[in-house]
């Protein structure tokens, strides 16, 4: 069964960093390119960030540009994304997924004094 | 960058409906576009991908049509479990945009 499992997510002051993971099981990620998605409390849906199955190709978001990285440990089946310099609308649940049929069921980042 | 302009932004519909959902890109996407079901505390959930294709297990009310700039995604007739809020998203290779989402209610 394919699973995605974040983790990483909690309470940081502005400015503060974080490092989310995503644990993928049940599929060959090496094979896969991987998203983060986010989704501000009460807002739609907000692309984050984008890295290719061996991580050539890698895309960000405006909102997100010189300040998060994303990465990849294919030998580890995990996901990362290093989040700096953190603002208060930075603050949302932060969805990994495989394509579009496959999401995590979201970690909690908080960017609050 | 693309951007994706989906309307309403909320609609309220009785149980039986026909509801349509519209989405307009900024520039041609071809087919690359997923429509996505989200319920509260919930992941999204893929329901059409490719404008037009259905997501495997998914109910044959949903549909999706469209290409180039404009698409549809239709509910044949609402069903009280279709409350939620739903979302049109483009890929561009590895650059994706969503649309603002309908938020669907039950009239």
């Known amino acids: 069964e394919v699973q995605l499992v974040e983790s990483g997510g909690g309470l940081v002051k502005p400015g503060g960093s974080l490092r989310l993971s995503c644990a993928a099981s049940?599929?060959?990620?090496?094979?896969?390119?991987m998203n983060w998605v986010r989704q501000a409390p009460g807002r739609g849906l907000e692309w984050v960030s984008s890295i290719s199955s061996g991580s050539s190709y890698i895309y960000y978001a405006d909102s997100v540009k010189g300040r998060f990285t994303i990465s990849r440990d294919n030998a580890k089946n995990s996901l990362y994304l290093q989040m700096n310099s953190l603002r208060a609308e930075d603050t949302a649940v932060y969805y990994c997924?495989?394509?579009?049929?496959?999401w995590g069921q979201g970690t909690l980042v908080t960017v609050s004094s | 960058d693309i951007q994706m302009t989906q309307s309403p932004s909320s609609l309220s519909a009785s149980v039986g409906d026909r509801v349509t959902i519209t989405c307009q890109a900024s520039?041609?996407?071809?087919?690359?576009l997923n429509w996505y079901q989200q319920k509260p505390g919930k992941a999204p959930k893929l329901l059409i991908y490719?404008?037009?294709n259905l997501e495997t297990g998914v109910p044959s009310r949903f549909s999706g049509s469209g290409s180039g700039t404009d698409f549809t995604f239709t509910i044949s007739s609402l069903q009280p479990e279709d409350i939620a809020t739903y979302y049109c998203q483009q890929y561009d290779n590895l650059l994706l945009t969503f649309g603002q989402g309908t938020r669907l209610e039950i009239k």
């Open positions: 520039q041609d996407i071809s087919n690359y």
């Open positions: 997924a495989r394509g579009g049929r496959r």
């Open positions: 490719d404008a037009s």
């Open positions: 049940g599929f060959t990620f090496s094979n896969y390119s």
